[in-house]
């Protein structure tokens, strides 16, 4: 397995004379790759059709000659301004109607065919002229997509779009009011084209109505990345990349990622922390500087299932303070180091910074960088400089499969965001649960997608929240012990209460009759210790009664090898229900100290201190913000 | 006095082959009411002028031959998309100016001539073909008006509805700038059509701007109803119903009321917890899976007072979890048989449950019925039947005039929402206050309208919160013991501080020469026990001080049959209060245990136990959850 | 210096046989000014073209025949709703695209060329009639510019002057490209014209861009004032008064003040401690009838720089209850008096109390007057006519220049709304807090613009906040012991950040390297007492670390004469710094009772209690709600 690190640069922001330090700079610091390009469209193409290719020209040449491997991004998140000229309603339109405009990024619909075209014309010029050229190693497609919420567009283009969409999918309109049960509240269609977007509506809309401009959305965004790799892979054998932002869940990344060749992702620990987690304050307070200690593992792990044969990176790194979050602190001295550390342990290819340097102007000028705005070196280089050497020494770790596996499923999301029936009922709240309760176990985790098939090589899966368990999931869990639930195999794709009701899973007879979501704060006690919270089911059926709330509603039901939790349990509850499971599993669970995560490779155990005590653990003094590793 | 039960049912959402069961299985369990119809409009109706009425007739068949008497809905609160197409701008809008869409229901605007029109047409078509069927017992009129915020729409229609109604009302524009007062802040207006719709100003528009737009938007929903009243009644004599929402006060509903026989309500006492309610979070916590114990009272005596003759009935009871509120836990067991005795026990003829089979499918499919949606029996359904064998073997129920009476108006609610002086300011929560205060001291209430003249049977009567005390009702009040105020009479019907000012009772000289809104948690000590909060008064006049505030403040003045309240007063002072009146009037406080509420009719005394603890109460032991009742 | 008493008042809203005798009840009170007109458009010019000036003529008479000196109101935050016939498009649009229309006030943008005319008109109107009237003794124009938010305005009118306005600051495009750094993002422009206003983007906009927007939209409020001026001037004598309301920042104040006489403004402590101040419940409920203690006097002192040579007065001073505020609680007894006499003791010519009456009717029916709506005093007419006998008792007081200046600049503000970095960093808290510290360390302060060129006669100054530090001001500071920053001299007057970094201090080697924001109650202990919070910056340089925090990084640097303070202090640590400056500035500290507060001027020392208690301090006994003075 390879390791690396990476860095992105701006040539265009900076005077062409300071091109050729940067990059002594940067291979000086262990860097080895360099991402390019992504945000240029207005350098590149300053007037429609007319492009200005000496500046990267000369940015490439000075970049490799350094030593130094280019990613080049194409850079259609920041169309120019004139392309609102050529195609004035390419906007997004936001719930509300107010179409969302030029001045940031990010701004069109991806529906629009317009754009979407024009987006495929400049992958194919990038990819005409850069696309042989050795010089280049990979491509980066876009910036992000999804990012500020915009997956979901109420644009025209996207209604008609989704018409269309709507036709393809269900054939008649009478197939489309069946399957969605638009005769509750006289909802029937007539034909395809009365349907609007799920947006305006008096109170929700039909649940089905929403599922499906969900998955529309996402399938939108699917078709939008496939013209841009379809110019590209005429043009060039270099892999292909996206950048996915973390906790981005509004369109489907195992899609995305199955027409490219690797997965990466932007990660911002303490940006994420302060931005997109629930969490107690004290939680919050105690991590304000480290990041959550599951977050980063979490998506890396993800997007190892997301990338082609296991492939990712982690394409932005956060390198410092952020400028973006509600609150920006400072990451601890070693957090840098750290963070990238465990994305090596993960298997990550490459690290690469965001961004080299900090800008001094535009938004995001409080963004750090590893170099300061006045060229100084900022705390982060020193940091990744050492990574840069520790890699360079460090004898290779091989990945292995991890013991446990989770699923993960986007289309869950957005069937719970769509019928949460507790407003605070989130899908990756239960999956992060879930995860942190597994790494907190001391487990190393892989990540699979809801169409697994096979899972004999896992002791351990589990599968909670998933909306629908298809059917060869549910062949392939029989293959060892397996958890599943809350909230799993609820609903059908069409977002419907199935009859028979569920989980009704393969060879167990648990049917989840009633569901209560409560509010925080509320929950109940469970017999043998642990509570219940958020969300609680009434199981019935034949299946054993494993664990029992003190209100004597089972919690758990099932047998050695196949149980369904009814309840969403809180710290203590989960902790149990693993070490039960691990028992059956045969796998061992460890007691680590708080804040403190290992992951396990074929070679190594690493171990990383998020808390902020110095821990002592396996005869092993690892300091706060440090990470360790030895052979096992 | 009759008692029965009822269940709302939708044939149209399940297959033919299943009604005659479901049918059977209702009677069995005691349901002799069964309501139908009132979403069905695209089945009624699929295009424009063509009706299918087969379906129903067979529906009709199947269910009146199992016994059961039928309520018909008029399907006016879910108008098919092809409505539309007739009349685009028929969408109510929102406050921000955005149309409300098609996609859900209610989507309509009660000013618009069209839609008012064609609720009329089909209002007619179906008390054409049913109104002398002896199997259609009883009509239901739309369904919850105002629901999902849906009585002040600010559309063309409204603007130029709200133009005439203003010169039907004023005469003049002069008289109306006078009314309002509109040379403060230059706001005069030369013409009827210079007036815009008080949404959208600068800072908030003139109170009394905002006041006739309630008053009027009040009376287009009495207006649009009438059409439909208008068009049954020529084609029946079978009693009209409509079925009002929980703390829904955006219109008056017992002008509503006026044109037809029954009211009835929708009572959803978990989900008005989580949703309807102030409260502490301890408050919250206790009654979670009860509801709150006094806010179905509360309920079922304003109902009595809106239905003609006292006539109403619960027509949506909520049987388990609902789909609706922020959390949505399940009743504690009892609940739904506790519920339907309070409704009785208030006078209830009918009380139905919300619905019969949980649907499967879209916005409600989380809404629990009385069975599940794979047609195994719901928790709820036995309670249902136990409450039937119980309705059946009790003797008659004799009501009785109250010893209290609590005046409630709807334009006072419209007139604080307007002008609130404290953002937290609430009529309702003042009103179930009051309530809360009296049922603690064991009392049963009736509520009474402001036009109501006669107050001599009754020992005590309040009247808090009444933005204008009528002329009539001042001269009532000298028949009894009464208790006026906080804020009671205030104001001028248009929305001004009268001079002289308030409260200026007859035979009472107070006035409140100014007064304070507090923000929560404030609170001051009154002499001798208990605090004010929220709303503060400084009370001046001869009358005599019965309580003062330790600021020197005066509470409480007047005489021993009549006094004026200046504050909001606490739990303690209420009860402090209403101790010292029920003395004058020669009523007998009871001491209740928490969480136990009475009722009392001619014959028997019920008491309900919504707290989480058993109690004793005059020798009785009742567990949490349960209802018990003796003869008095 | 001349002290005196005002009201204001509103001839239009009363009959006209009340006016003589409200007129002899304000001079019998010592009331000597009277405020009118300005919001009388609709009564002067009832319809276009038309003046009905008889009314307004005789109210003059009336009150300056009892001795009143008049201040007559330009009515333009009041058009006629005919003005929108003449202009549809002269509303301002909100930044969801909304206009904001007719029905309240201020219903204008501030860039329309055609309001802009017509409000000339208007004053040129009035000028001519009673410029050379020696009744009216004084002219205020407009009234309380920015109120409910006006200042920024999406309109057409604003997008098209705000192009203009850029390509007269910039000259090219190419310019402003480079200026604001629009290369990042693709966010470059071909021409002006492809320029929009900065809402309503998918993220936040160019802060480049949005400080633009805020600086066009000053000059906006300039320009449109000026016109009235302009139409003023050519008929008048008599001193030019704008009444600014308290924290509104959204403009210039300076700018608006340049071209007029006396600065006034709006002082409504008890409001603004609800509505517009940050603070702990426990400090809200300490002050709750009282208002801030820092809040009135900082105004006070920034309205004495805004005002030519010093003069302002206040225009509108709270007299009871008001009924904006989210909470409305009454002042305690001797609040009143006590506001009046500090705006005296800071230097106001004029207390003026809004309103003589309470006006029964419209939107402010439930603001206290000095007489209720029933013509009976208020609380507050007795406190104002003891202050009127007490300041005509008193010998004058001489006003001095204080010891200690704090610079206050509006740019700053604009700039931290648009790059705040912490989601709760505000320039207007920062300010207050070190204006607080000062006060209470028992000095009196100057408050000055950033314009300031001599500091030569302070021992102390200053300058946290400053976004950037002019070399003007530079120089001066090392005329006097000087504090700069937190986040000082830190982004260039584009927005960027400055390369040298900042605040690279004439004579002083601080660079702040890295900045972190925090989230509320996280904070960092400093050695020896005292933390910081909110906002922390990484200081490197030369100079001597004077405070350091207990993490290492220095929080204090500089010398004897000018320090930069590199973090926001607690009120603890405030006091260290500024004990540790008053050192070397010379100045003795005093310690001050909470909620006492003292202003010096040459002869007196004034003392007053803000605080609920009574305090002792040097000798003297002071009652809550009090004020004392003596001599020095």
């Known amino acids: 397995m390879n390791r690396a690190l990476g860095v992105c640069y701006y040539p265009e922001h900076w005077p062409e004379e300071m091109w050729a330090q940067d990059a002594a700079e940067m291979v000086a610091a262990g ?26 020209d000369r940015a490439i040449d000075v970049l490799s000659r350094a030593g130094l491997k280019i990613v080049l991004g194409t850079p259609t998140c920041t169309p120019p301004r004139w392309m609102l000229e050529r195609f004035p309603d390419m906007l997004a339109v936001d719930a509300q109607g107010h179409p969302r405009g030029f001045g940031s990024r990010r701004h069109y619909c991806f529906s629009h065919a317009g754009y979407r075209r024009a987006s495929g014309e400049i992958a194919e010029v990038l990819g005409d002229r850069y696309g042989r050229d050795g010089r280049v190693h990979a491509w980066q497609i876009d910036n992000e997509y999804g990012c500020h919420d915009t997956i979901l567009s109420y644009s025209e283009a996207a209604r008609d779009a989704f018409r269309s969409w709507l036709a393809e999918r269900y054939g008649t309109i009478d197939a489309l009011n069946e ?21 305006l509506t008096v109170t929700q809309p039909n649940p ?41 869940l509004d369109f489907d990344h195992f899609e995305v990622g199955a027409s490219i060749d690797i997965a990466s992702w932007d990660s911002y620990p303490i940006g994420f922390l302060s931005d997109r987690l629930d969490g107690s304050a004290e939680h ?4 304000l500087q480290q990041g959550d200690p599951d977050m980063q593992a979490f998506h890396h792990d993800l997007y190892r299932a997301v990338g082609r044969d296991g492939r990712w990176w982690v394409m932005e790194q956060q390198p410092g303070p952020v400028n973006w ?33 900090q800008a001094p102007f535009a938004q995001e000028q409080m963004h750090a960088g590893l170099k300061r705005p006045d060229n100084a070196p900022a705390p982060g280089l020193a940091e990744a400089a050492q ?15 991890a013991p446990v596996a989770l699923i993960f499923d986007y289309p869950s999301d957005w069937a719970w965001a769509t019928l949460p029936q507790g407003e605070d009922f989130s899908y990756f709240r239960l999956m992060l649960d879930a995860y942190r309760a597994l790494r907190r176990c001391g487990f190393s985790i892989d990540i699979l997608p809801s169409t697994v098939t096979d899972l004999s090589a896992y002791a351990l899966v589990l599968a909670p929240g998933l909306a629908t368990v298809p059917d060869a999931l549910q062949e392939a869990l029989a293959q060892t012990v397996a958890l599943v639930g809350p909230r799993s195999n609820a609903v059908t794709e069409e977002l419907r209460i199935p009859i028979p009701m569920g989980p009704a899973l393969r060879g167990l007879d648990v049917t989840a009759t009633r569901v209560e979501s409560l509010p925080p704060h509320v929950t109940r006690a469970v017999i043998g210790g642990g509570t219940v919270q958020h969300w609680v089911e009434d199981l019935d059926g034949t299946a054993e009664t494993l664990l029992q709330a003190e209100t004597g509603q089972a919690v ?24 039960g499971l691990a028992k059956e599993a045969g796998l061992t669970v460890l007691t680590l100290p708080e804040g403190l995560r290992l992951r396990d490779t074929a070679t190594h155990r690493f171990a990383f201190n998020y808390g902020p005590d110095l821990v002592e653990f396996q005869g092993k003094t690892i300091r706060s913000a440090d990470v360790s590793w030895w052979g096992i």
């Open 31 to 56: 860097i080895s790759w360099v991402r390019i390009g992504e945000f240029a469209w207005s350098r590149i193409e300053p007037e429609p059709g007319q492009f200005a290719f000496d500046w990267l």
């Open 179 to 199: 399957a969605w049960g638009n005769v509750f509240w006289s909802m029937e269609y007539r034909s395809f084209d009365e349907i609007d977007l799920p947006n």
């Open 208 to 248: 089905s109505h929403e599922l499906a401009f969900r998955r529309f959305s996402s399938d939108q965004v699917v078709a939008y990345h496939e013209v841009q790799v379809a110019a590209l892979r005429a043009h060039t054998d270099a892999p292909l990349i996206h950048n996915y932002m973390g906790r981005v």
């Open 284 to 287: 919050k307070a105690r991590y």
């Open 325 to 357: 979050a509600p609150h920006n602190p400072a990451p601890l001295p070693g957090m840098v180091r750290l963070w990238s550390w465990e994305a090596f342990a993960h298997g990550a290819e490459v690290v690469s910074y965001f961004r080299w340097r």
């Open 387 to 401: 990574v840069g050497r520790e890699i360079a020494e460090m004898p290779q770790i091989a990945l292995q499969q």
């Open 556 to 579: 758990l039901k099932g047998n050695r090898r196949l149980q369904y939790l009814g309840a969403w349990p809180d710290a203590d509850l989960w902790e149990r229900i693993i070490h």
